[in-house]
């Protein structure tokens, strides 16, 4: 998963320049790129296009939006119906470049997408082969504590990647906080994965490594850590 976005991998106004080259780089080294991860949310923005443009050309048919907020000020209708807009005219952009583009859920007070019903309701309705979302499971928990079979079942239908990682509840001096941790250490279920192998999903699975893992080989270490854990709990 490549971030094509501010201060990301690859600048969006260097992506033309610049992508072709890590592809090649990657391809030299047996890897793919599997998703972009951007800062897209609507075709009006700067560089939505280019970046698009590009991806499409190199083969690249994934990529995640970028975060939106909910103005707490004003009512969530009026605002989901714009994000609902924004949504349709990216999905009709994708389906001209052979593109799918997909949300990612996350967890906070104003997140669009936070608590998963929204991103049905604006989405539902598109064709999940050009806009869809990225389940985050560990969000999910987040948000959705023992919920997440039916928010899972709920998008099942519009995953285009899933994310993992995991997370604890840690008591601070503001109170009740989501605390990253290497995957199997928290509290994200490994029933989502054994329910994850009874579906036809076969889109890619993208390792989130959020907590504080240190440069290089101890890097390194801990995500290789991670994904023997999934591997297992994949397979049980």
């Not at 033309?16 to 047996?30: H, I, Q, S, T």
């Not at 008591?171 to 054994?194: A, I, N, Q, Y």
Request: proline letters at 6%.
């Amino acid at each position: 998963e490549c971030p094509v976005r501010p201060k990301g991998q690859i600048e969006p106004e260097r992506v033309a320049e610049d992508l072709p080259r890590l592809v090649e780089a990657l391809k030299r080294r047996g890897r793919v790129i599997v998703q972009l991860a951007t800062r897209i949310t609507s075709l009006s923005q700067p560089h939505t296009e280019r970046v698009l443009r590009t991806a499409a050309a190199l083969g690249i048919n994934r990529y995640r939006l970028g975060d939106q907020l909910y103005d707490l000020e004003k009512p969530v209708p009026k605002q989901l119906e714009e994000v609902a807009a924004q949504l349709r005219d990216l999905a009709a952009f994708n389906r001209e470049l052979g593109l799918q583009g997909g949300c990612q859920n996350h967890s906070g007070p104003r997140y669009v997408g936070g608590p998963i019903w929204d991103l049905w309701t604006a989405m539902h309705e598109l064709d999940a082969g050009q806009m869809g979302i990225c389940f985050d499971i560990g969000h999910a928990t987040v948000e959705g504590g023992t919920a997440w079979p039916v928010n899972a079942r709920l998008m099942r239908n519009q995953f285009t990647s899933v994310i993992v990682k995991d997370f604890i509840w840690r008591h601070t001096v503001k109170g009740w906080e989501p605390e990253w941790v290497e995957l199997g250490d928290g509290m994200v279920s490994r029933e989502f994965f054994r329910w994850l192998r009874t579906t036809d999903y076969a889109g890619p699975i993208i390792q989130h490594h959020e907590y504080s893992h240190g440069q290089g080989p101890p890097m390194i270490a801990r995500m290789q850590k991670d994904l023997m854990v999934l591997r297992k709990w994949l397979a049980a």
